[in-house]
Structure formats: C-alpha cells, structure tokens
T-cell receptor
Framework: GAGVSQSPRYKVAKRGQDVALRCDPI?????LFWYQQALGQGPEFLTY????????KSGLPSDRFFAERPEGSVSTLKIQRTQQEDSAVYLC???????????FGQGTRLTVV | GESVGLHLPTLSVQEGDNSIINCAYS??????FIWYKQESGKGPQFIID?????DKRQGQRVTVLLNKTVKHLSLQIAATQPGDSAVYFC??????????FGQGTELSVKP
C-alpha cells in the first residue's frame, strides 16, 4: 500500500481480555516501530524491529506486552490480560532504515472497559 | 534521563501570521531531529527534519532551526493557514531510529 496501515482502527476490550493489533508497514521498509500515545501526550516508544529482529523492546511496559514481526514485514502487537491503563492509541511507524524519516499509520485506539 | 520538551503547550495565531513553535532537548548526543504534525484522529505526519551537522533547513512554508549550543529546536511556519491547526511534536533520536517525542504544542489558527 501507499502508507502504513493499522488494524483495527478501534478496539474495545473488556478488562482481562487479550488483544492483537496489526501493522502493515510500507513495502520495503526495514525498520518498524510501535508507540503508545496517551490522550494529550506525545507518543512513547514501545519497541523496534529491523527486519524480523526485535532490536529494542525497552519501552514495553510489562510482560503482558509482546510484539513480533516473524517475516520482516507485518507486525503484531499483542497485549494479554488488558488493564484499563492500557487504554491508548497504539501507533506503528516504518522507515527505510533506522536513520531516515519514519512514517506513521493512523493508529489503533484501544479502550479497555 | 533523555527528554524532549516544549516551551509552550498552546499557541494561537491569526491566519496569515507566522508561527514559531519551540522545543528543548536534553540529550546532546542526539543527531537527528524531526517535526511532526498530528491532526485529531490521525497519526503523526512528517513535516521536516534536520541533522545535527546543520543549523537551518527550509521546506515549503516551514523552516527548522537547530541551536546545539543551547539544545533548542524551533519550527517556523510562514503565512499560517487554518489547515495548519494541529498538535506539533518535536522528536529526537541518537540511536538510529528510536524517536523520543516531546509533549506537543497545539497550534490554533484564527481566521
């Protein structure tokens, strides 16, 4: 596609439910990032992939958060046993490499009730 | 620790005026800076970037200035238009990709 695509756009989960958020990066982009954005705040880094390798996961807030990119293209962010504090917009971005501009998707707005 | 912050949380300007949005960063090792525009319900949109070996970079109606001495970054928007209304974030990186964002400045353009 022409840009980074994320699905679903909106997700409502009951507390304790597991969710999976999908990111389709721009074709050919080596680097892929996940960010969490709380209302009124700037995006906070979660994790970073270069191809299929997860090079940095220092931003993942707990072991309930897991991300994968098994074939170096599509990535999935999984959150287990969701809590209310997980409610946020989850943004995915990709770049040709790690040293050029990153293009963001529209985000998935997760609401945990 | 590392941080990027903005001096002004909100900025209101008249249509046609120039806008200046400021940003301070604390990591002197950062070598790449980006300004993003984010409209409601959308992801951040790239506006302009600058590397640490430059002081100034111009785009269409936008200019980014980098002052490494005081670790300050600014975004200048010429002839601000209603379509420029959005939240603007500065971001820095020194690790080849992990962007650190500031809190954002909301720009409101009055017609």
């Amino acid at each position: 596609g022409a840009g980074v695509s994320q699905s679903p756009r909106y997700k409502v989960a009951k507390r304790g439910q597991d969710v999976a958020l999908r990111c389709d990066p721009i074709s050919g982009h080596v680097s892929l990032f996940w960010y969490q954005q709380a209302l009124g705040q700037g995006p906070e880094f979660l994790t970073y992939f270069q191809n299929e390798a997860q090079l940095d996961k220092s931003g993942l807030p707990s072991d309930r958060f897991f991300a994968e990119r098994p074939e170096g293209s599509v990535s999935t962010l999984k959150i287990q046993r969701t809590q209310q504090e997980d409610s946020a917009v989850y943004l995915c971005a990709s770049s040709i490499d790690g040293n050029t501009e990153a293009f963001f998707g529209q985000g998935t707005r997760l609401t945990v009730v | 620790g590392e941080s990027v912050g903005l001096h002004l949380p909100t900025l209101s300007v008249q249509e046609g005026d120039n806008s200046i949005i400021n940003c301070a960063y604390s990591n002197s090792a950062s070598d790449y800076f980006i300004w993003y525009k984010q409209e409601s319900g959308k992801g951040p949109q790239f506006i302009i970037d600058i590397r640490s070996n430059m002081d100034k970079r111009q785009g269409q109606r936008v200019t980014v200035l980098l002052n490494k001495t005081v670790k300050h970054l600014s975004l200048q928007i010429a002839a601000t238009q209603p379509g420029d209304s959005a939240v603007y974030f500065c971001a820095e990186t020194n690790q080849g990709g992990k962007l650190i964002f500031g809190q954002g400045t909301e720009l409101s353009v009055k017609p």
